[in-house]
């Protein structure tokens, strides 16, 4: 596999420093990305990065992940507005074990091949340097007037507000300049990748490399991923979309790539999945001839989801995402846990009862519109019961006189009521 022609067809390339394919063609080549440890979990905004490193080693080249913990501790302005919040070591160290953890569905950590991914962390080396020896070893061999012409420097001195740029995030890049040396004398790494915003971080690496040792080193970035109505990619009301399923659950992580838009599928599922060229062709025709089956969000959400959570959480996503549509059964109600069945019903009306009241039995007309209000009056709710319009935890109530009891609760706490064919409610027993 040619790695430059499969970045390329997949539009994750958008600046690459001339000799770069040529280096990639010529031999098993060490390549890098840096990634910030200021959490325990990755989100999607890391993924391209990340599968920019598993198609480096499906083609055969070496990967290493770089974990900045010195750099955490900076803070990188490259389209940052201010300055981020530092860590200390013990809470870099535990994000590191995190995120090993993480990326090992992606990458091969353990095989004893050639192009085995190996995992570093800055700090390891920049602990070392004393101000004096850094100044010595690094700072003299660029100019204030290189680092100055960078653009992520110009915006932020000349930004809005005079928020200005502090000295420690000015040397950042002497800093991640530090660390594709230490990689490229170590290792024999040669390339670094990143996104755009950090193109000029990664040059000014292959510029220290050149005047300290003489050698070549090379750059390659792919382009900050935006949404087709121009909203920034990964966020949403509630926030980033994580990995870790504790803090976004594989349901709600499933529905976000479910309900991308038909034009970021395209560019989403040639990115974010390993589908060759010829099966996403297949798929984009598919969906052009029924748009309204979603053949191409369905295969990006199967993918990415069975990709970062497994076989079993997809199935479980699919299935509670089929409560909402009135396909699944009570059964399948039961089935899920917690955490899934409060993401597929966040924003719904919640009613809470006393648990004791279940013990002894409520009657389903003062449940419904005397201990909560989910009908306005009794009389109201009979009428919709006779006619067939409610349903308990997906099976439809067909006598108003019956008892709702403790065997009815969902998870021992929850009971879900349905009004007709889209209204839900949650009554919640405590």
């Not at 940052?80 to 090992?104: F, G, M, P, V």
């Given at each position: 596999?040619?790695?430059?022609?499969?970045?390329?067809?997949?539009?994750?390339?958008?600046?690459?420093?001339?000799?770069?394919?040529?280096?990639?063609?010529?031999?098993?080549?060490?390549?890098y990305v840096g990634i910030?440890?200021?959490?325990?979990?990755?989100?999607?905004?890391?993924?391209?990065?990340?599968?920019?490193?598993?198609?480096?080693?499906?083609?055969?080249?070496?990967?290493?992940?770089?974990?900045?913990?010195?750099?955490?501790?900076?803070?990188?302005?490259?389209?940052?507005?201010?300055?981020?919040?530092?860590?200390?070591?013990?809470?870099?160290?535990?994000?590191?074990?995190?995120?090993?953890?993480?990326?090992?569905?992606?990458?091969?950590?353990?095989?004893?091949?050639?192009?085995?991914?190996?995992?570093?962390?800055?700090?390891?080396?920049?602990?070392?340097?004393?101000?004096?020896?850094?100044?010595?070893?690094?700072?003299?061999?660029?100019?204030?007037?290189?680092?100055?012409?960078?653009?992520?420097?110009?915006?932020?001195?000349?930004?809005?507000?005079?928020?200005?740029?502090?000295?420690?995030?000015?040397?950042?890049?002497?800093?991640?300049?530090?660390?594709?040396?230490?990689?490229?004398?170590?290792?024999?790494?040669?390339?670094?990748?990143?996104?755009?915003?950090?193109?000029?971080?990664?040059?000014?690496?292959?510029?220290?490399?050149?005047?300290?040792?003489?050698?070549?080193?090379?750059?390659?970035?792919?382009?900050?991923?935006?949404?087709?109505?121009?909203?920034?990619?990964?966020?949403?009301?509630?926030?980033?979309?994580?990995?870790?399923?504790a803090r976004t659950s594989?349901?709600?992580?499933?529905?976000?790539?479910?309900?991308?838009?038909?034009?970021?599928?395209?560019?989403?599922?040639?990115?974010?999945?390993?589908?060759?060229?010829?099966?996403?062709?297949?798929?984009?025709?598919?969906?052009?001839?029924?748009?309204?089956?979603?053949?191409?969000?369905?295969?990006?959400?199967?993918?990415?989801?069975?990709?970062?959570?497994?076989?079993?959480?997809?199935?479980?996503?699919?299935?509670?995402?089929?409560?909402?549509?009135?396909?699944?059964?009570?059964?399948?109600?039961?089935?899920?846990?917690?955490?899934?069945?409060?993401?597929?019903?966040?924003?719904?009306?919640?009613?809470?009862?006393?648990?004791?009241?279940?013990?002894?039995?409520?009657?389903?007309l003062d449940l419904l519109?005397?201990?909560?209000?989910?009908?306005?009056?009794?009389?109201?709710?009979?009428?919709?019961?006779?006619?067939?319009?409610?349903?308990?935890?997906?099976?439809?109530?067909?006598?108003?006189?019956?008892?709702?009891?403790?065997?009815?609760?969902?998870?021992?706490?929850?009971?879900?009521?349905?009004?007709?064919?889209?209204?839900?409610?949650?009554?919640?027993?405590?």
């Amino acid at each position: 596999m040619n790695f430059v022609e499969e970045l390329k067809w997949r539009g994750m390339i958008h600046d690459m420093m001339p000799g770069t394919e040529e280096q990639l063609q010529k031999e098993i080549t060490t390549a890098y990305v840096g990634i910030d440890p200021t959490a325990d979990s990755l989100h999607i905004g890391h993924l391209v990065s990340v599968m920019m490193l598993k198609h480096l080693q499906v083609a055969g080249h070496r990967p290493i992940v770089l974990v900045g913990g010195a750099t955490g501790m900076i803070g990188d302005p490259s389209g940052k507005s201010d300055e981020r919040n530092l860590l200390d070591e013990k809470t870099l160290r535990h994000n590191q074990d995190c995120l090993k953890a993480q990326l090992s569905r992606f990458l091969d950590f353990n095989s004893g091949t050639k192009n085995q991914a190996l995992m570093v962390n800055n700090y390891d080396w920049m602990k070392e340097f004393s101000f004096l020896g850094f100044i010595r070893d690094i700072g003299k061999h660029l100019t204030v007037n290189y680092m100055m012409a960078k653009d992520s420097v110009k915006k932020r001195i000349s930004g809005e507000g005079n928020v200005g740029l502090s000295f420690t995030e000015f040397t950042y890049q002497l800093v991640q300049a530090t660390d594709f040396h230490h990689l490229y004398q170590e290792y024999g790494c040669k390339l670094q990748m990143g996104g755009s915003d950090q193109w000029g971080n990664i040059t000014t690496g292959t510029e220290l490399i050149r005047r300290k040792t003489g050698g070549e080193a090379f750059a390659l970035t792919c382009p900050l991923i935006t949404k087709a109505d121009g909203g920034k990619f990964g966020k949403t009301e509630s926030g980033n979309i994580w990995l870790d399923p504790a803090r976004t659950s594989p349901y709600k992580f499933y529905q976000f790539w479910l309900n991308t838009s038909d034009a970021d599928a395209e560019k989403y599922i040639k990115i974010f999945t390993l589908l060759s060229q010829e099966e996403i062709a297949s798929l984009v025709k598919e969906h052009a001839q029924a748009p309204h089956a979603r053949a191409l969000q369905k295969k990006l959400a199967e993918d990415v989801t069975v990709m970062i959570h497994g076989r079993d959480a997809y199935d479980a996503s699919v299935e509670a995402s089929q409560i909402l549509f009135g396909k699944s059964t009570m059964d399948a109600l039961k089935k899920i846990d917690e955490d899934t069945f409060l993401a597929v019903f966040e924003g719904v009306p919640i009613f809470n009862i006393a648990n004791a009241d279940l013990k002894a039995g409520i009657d389903v007309l003062d449940l419904l519109a005397i201990k909560t209000e989910i009908f306005p009056s009794k009389g109201e709710a009979r009428k919709t019961i006779k006619g067939g319009g409610v349903s308990i935890n997906k099976e439809k109530i067909t006598d108003a006189e019956m008892l709702i009891k403790t065997d009815y609760l969902l998870n021992n706490k929850y009971l879900l009521f349905q009004k007709g064919k889209k209204n839900f409610f949650v009554v919640v027993a405590e």
